[in-house]
């Protein structure tokens, strides 16, 4: 993060947040905007997230970190409760943990240990969470589920056959479980952010991998009508929005933020 928070107009002031993969680059800029709304922020990671923590008290929000493997659904019982155990509540879920990996040189070269690494993280770990979520929300006056999918779930991508497969299915599982909910009763918001290339290690490592090392940053520009890349703050605008309660009626939808690369 290179910059601080910005003043507490609090958007979300008095919620409980809680991001997965919250101690990398959008995780973080994600936690940095909710909590400069005014939101008691909870990061959880497989890594461990004291940088994490200690990057965002610089900027001037208070964080906590949980360690959490989101493809563990026992591990998500246990987050939860802890959330609610110590903060009364959770009103707001950032589905942001995401893996991808090097992509193969054809479709027919996808393993099946890979396919099945990426849906364990990717839909695996966004299912339980909404699920989870929904759980503690329902009884304690609803709330907002946010999940990262990807440009990779409209269309075609080199190598992407189960990258872009698990952001499909997060889009789909959105559209469930916003209407499933909905039908209930419950005032719980269940929506999808589909980001273009945002500048990230996980993202650098792929443009590396598709169009070399000398060239990689400017492949990614390419591809959006901008000719800009994205950053992760342009998600965390994004998520903020949808969290708060500006957005009260919006339910199931897809928030894409591609500088118009769908468009063309």
Avoid at 50 to 77: F, I, K, S, Y
């Amino acid at each position: 993060m290179d910059e601080g928070a910005q003043p507490r107009r609090g958007r979300v002031a008095g919620k409980v947040a809680v991001i997965t993969g919250g101690t990398g680059g959008i995780g973080q800029a994600i936690a940095l905007r909710l909590g400069a709304e005014g939101a008691q922020v909870v990061l959880t990671d497989l890594a461990d997230g004291a940088e994490a923590v200690a990057r965002l008290a610089a900027a001037g929000v208070a964080a906590t970190c949980l360690t959490h493997d989101v493809r563990e659904e026992a591990a998500w019982h246990r987050v939860i409760a802890e959330v609610c155990r110590r903060f009364g509540r959770l009103d707001v879920l950032v589905n942001n943990a995401g893996i991808a990996l090097p992509p193969p040189e054809s479709f027919e070269q996808t393993s099946l240990a890979d396919w099945r690494r990426i849906m364990s993280v990717n839909l695996d770990g966004v299912f339980l969470g909404t699920r989870e979520a929904v759980a503690a929300m329902k009884n304690s006056g609803g709330g907002a589920i946010i999940n990262i999918g990807s440009v990779a779930a409209y269309v075609g991508t080199p190598g992407g056959a189960a990258y872009g497969s698990s952001k499909g299915g997060v889009r789909a599982l959105t559209k469930q479980a916003a209407v499933a909910c909905a039908r209930k009763g419950y005032a719980i918001r269940i929506n999808a952010i589909h980001p273009c290339y945002i500048r990230t290690p996980m993202s650098e490592a792929g443009a590396v991998a598709r169009w070399g090392r000398d060239n990689a940053l400017q492949g990614m520009k390419d591809l959006h009508p901008f000719k800009c890349l994205g950053e992760p703050d342009d998600v965390a605008w994004a998520v903020l929005f949808l969290a708060s309660d500006e957005a009260r009626l919006i339910n199931g939808a897809d928030l894409v933020v591609d500088g118009a690369l769908l468009s063309t």
